[in-house]
């Protein structure tokens, strides 16, 4: 095959761009690849489609379309999930949309984020029919990671998960604990290429101090001292309700402490609940979903902010992107030594590593970072270093390298 002076990607997602992933990694890693010299199209499912006013559009040089519902309905601070038979013909549309959609494209590689049926097979017939080279991304272990509401659910979900990798030119993954999955699974070594998550410097900039001041004023933060977290209300695989059981314990220990949860998610209600059950109603601000470019402003509110980890195997197989935005916005971050997190941290550590699943100990290792100074300094000024690292334009610039050595090579 010839490559063309510029490569033409097709990444077909079944989120939509202010979905974790969508937002997080997929549109970052397009935004870098076209200044790269690729030209990238996304091709998503949307969250709430029917309410789209504009479904096809042009965003930082990357040709975005959505083409039909993806398999949840989210609306606001809500998540609602289809019976079983509303989610197969909402899943059977989303994937013959996908695949009639990106004939359209004449696409040089096709990008399956996430090997979902709906984008998996859509991909693997756009590369059958036009003989291009396939690149599957695995950012979580999908069939743990993933609410599902019976077996055959759970069971279908594995498939594709085990099966996409296998039929992929290339296979890009964001932990090392997937990529030895993977391997177990018996997907060649040689092609799957480590691809951690990053941070977008040009969302997460510094921003200006009358923003932070009039938000903690609205948010009647003045003079609090304030625990931050920052993503999905999903405990299937973000477990919040360990971080406000430890939350509880430091509230007996430091005054004027308060959590700020900045998102949304199936389990809002669930955790609201919970949060006036152990009487922290007046203590915890749930803010629900925010705007993108707004986020940089709420993690300046925080002295600390918490990866809640257990040791599943959906939180070993997460790149939680909420240390590299920590870490770039400087603020000191607690996690657990669950899947790479340990090695993200480095050594010296840019994080505090709590046990997993310890309320007791979470709740001290937050402690230690509010009250010390010199502690929070030093990781703060380890995390800005790391956090070069992990910056998109870099991961993009490797991405570049390693997609034209795999698949052109």
Not at 248 to 274: N, P, R
Request: hydrophobic share 40%.
């Amino acid at each position: 095959m010839i490559v063309k002076k510029i490569p033409h990607l097709l990444m077909l997602l079944t989120q939509d761009l202010q979905s974790p992933s969508g937002l997080g990694r997929y549109f970052p890693l397009a935004k870098y690849l076209v200044r790269e010299g690729f030209e990238v199209s996304i091709l998503a499912l949307h969250s709430d489609f029917d309410s789209l006013q504009q479904r096809d559009f042009v965003q930082e040089g990357v040709k975005v379309r959505y083409v039909t519902q993806m398999h949840v309905h989210k609306y606001g601070n809500k998540t609602h999930y289809f019976s079983p038979m509303k989610l197969v013909s909402t899943s059977i549309k989303a994937m013959i949309t996908l695949y009639r959609e990106g004939v359209k494209e004449n696409a040089d590689l096709i990008f399956v984020g996430k090997p979902h049926p709906m984008n998996g097979l859509a991909g693997l017939w756009l590369t059958r029919r036009e003989d291009l080279p396939l690149i599957v991304d695995c950012d979580d272990y999908e069939s743990e990671s993933n609410r599902t509401n019976a077996k055959w659910q759970k069971k279908v979900l594995a498939y594709f998960e085990n099966l996409l990798p296998k039929k992929a030119n290339l296979v890009t993954t964001n932990t090392y604990f997937m990529r030895d999955h993977l391997i177990l699974q018996g997907v060649e070594e040689k092609k799957i290429v480590y691809l951690p998550n990053g941070v977008d410097t040009e969302r997460f900039c510094e921003p200006s101090p009358d923003k932070v001041a009039q938000l903690r004023t609205e948010l009647s933060l003045d003079g609090k001292r304030v625990i931050g977290y920052y993503g999905s209300l999903n405990l299937a695989n973000h477990p919040v309700d360990l971080l406000i059981r430890s939350f509880k314990l430091v509230t007996e220990k430091i005054d004027e402490v308060i959590l700020l949860i900045v998102g949304g998610g199936k389990d809002l209600d669930h955790l609201e609940k919970l949060t006036a059950e152990l009487g922290l109603k007046d203590k915890v601000i749930f803010t629900g979903r925010v705007k993108p470019d707004e986020m940089n402003v709420y993690y300046r509110l925080a002295e600390v902010s918490v990866d809640p980890v257990n040791d599943t195997l959906a939180d070993r197989g997460r790149c939680p992107l909420k240390i590299f935005e920590s870490w770039q916005m400087g603020v000191p971050v607690v996690t657990s030594d669950v899947g790479d997190r340990k090695i993200l941290a480095g050594d010296p550590p840019a994080a505090t590593l709590a046990q997993p699943g310890s309320e007791e100990d979470l709740a001290q290792k937050i402690q230690q970072v509010l009250d010390s100074k010199a502690l929070a300094a030093k990781r703060v000024a380890i995390g800005l270093q790391r956090s070069m690292d992990y910056d998109w334009a870099v991961i993009a610039e490797a991405a570049n390298r390693k997609i034209i050595n795999h698949i052109y090579g």
